[in-house]
């Protein structure tokens, strides 16, 4: 899901998680981007849930409570 406003920039966004995190070739139905601030994703029923890809342990996806929490 895109913003009314500002959809290149969430469609950079989500280029960039996807590049750095594999976050597409996780098990995930849909991408909500429409909050500039955080990105928010609904996984598919059945499969892990916290694997990356290669059944490895997924890294720590920052939220906003752990942003700048370094």
Aim: glycine share 12%; net charge negative.
């Amino acid at each position: 899901m895109l913003p009314d406003d500002g959809a290149t920039d969430a469609l950079n966004t989500l280029i960039g998680l996807d590049r750095d995190r594999g976050l597409l070739s996780r098990n995930i139905a849909a991408v909500d981007l429409r909050l500039a601030d955080r990105v928010s994703v609904r996984l598919r029923d059945g499969g892990p849930a916290a694997s990356a890809p290669g059944g490895a342990a997924a890294p720590e996806m920052p939220t906003a409570s752990t942003k700048g929490n370094t």
